[in-house]
C-alpha cells in the first residue's frame, strides 16, 4: 500500500475511555477500548452513521433490524429521525435556508441491489430519502431534481410543508445583516446525515439526507445526492458515506473511492483517511473546509476519517450505540 509522506503528520490523540450512557446508548470518546475501527465482525444487525445526531437515527434504525427488517427500511427510517426533527438545522425540516431564504433538500438511497434514487433541489417535502425512495422503485430514473422531483412526490401523496422554522428563519435574518457568502461546514453546520447499515443477512443499504450548506446559492447542489460521491454500497464490499464540503467530496467521488479501496483490501479506517488524502493533495487551502468519511465493510469492521477536528460519527454494534470523535488529518 503506498503511503503519502503527510501522513508521517498524524499523530493518533490520546482519548479517554470513558462515556456517558443515553438510554441504551452509550457516547464515548474515543480510544483503544472503545474504537470500533479494526475490530472483526460477523453478519449484522451494524449501523453507522455521521455526527451526534446519529445516535438517534442509529436507534430507530436498530430497531427495524432487531424485528427481522431489511438495511434498506432501516436506513430509510433512521435517518428520517433526523429529518423530522426541526432542531436540526442540517437537514430536513428546519434547516437552514439558501441566501434567499429557501430551504432546499437534497437525499440518496442505494440497497443491496444495487438500486439507488436519489433528490435534488426539492423543496417543501419533509422526507426526501423517502422520495428518492420511490425514484429508485417507481421510476426507470435515478435522480429527480427540482420541481419535477416536487411534483413526483406530490403525485404520490407526500404533503408539501413549509420547511423554514424560526429558528432556521432568524439565523438566515442575521446572516443577512453582512450578506457575506462563505458557506463554511463546520461542526455548527453538520449538513448531512449519512447512514449505513447491515442487516443480520449480512445485506447492506445507504442513506444520505442534507439541507445543504446553509445560506448556499440557489440551486447549488452538492454531494449528497449524488451517488458515488456522498453514497455508495456494494454489497460484496461494504459501503460509504461523507460529510462536509460536498465540492471537495464531488471531485474525488469520495464514497466510491472508499468502497474501491476496501475492495483492493484498505480496511475501512484506511480507506477513509486515504479518500481525505486525495482530497488534501492539490489543495492548498483547507482550512475552512471540512469532509468526514465513515465506512463499513462485509467483515463487520467500520472505519471514519476526516480533514479537521470536530467530526464525530456513531456505530451500533453488539448492542451498543456508541459516538466516537473521528481521527484527522
Known sequence: MTQINRRNFIKKSALTASGVLVGSSLIAKGGPALQPSGE???????????WKHGIEANEAAMQVLLNNGNALDAVETGVKVTEADPENMSVGLGGLPDREGNVTLDASIIDSQGNCGSVAFLEHIVHPISVARLVMEKTPHVMLVGQGALQFALDNGFEKKNLLTAKAKKKWEEWLINNKYEPVPNIENHDTIGLIAMDKNGDMAGACTT????????????????????LFVDNEVGGAT???TGELVMK?????????LMRNGYTPQAACKEAVNRIIKGNNNLSNSQVGYIALNKNGETGAYCLQPGFNYAVFKNNINQLFDSESY
Open 40 to 50: 472483526k465482525g460477523g453478519a449484522g444487525p451494524i449501523v453507522i452513521s455521521t
Open 211 to 230: 439541507s445543504g450548506m446553509g445560506f448556499k446559492m440557489r440551486g447549488r447542489v452538492g454531494d449528497s445526492p449524488i451517488i458515488g460521491a456522498g
Open 242 to 244: 461523507a460529510t462536509g
Open 252 to 260: 474525488t467521488v469520495g464514497s466510491f473511492l472508499v468502497v474501491e
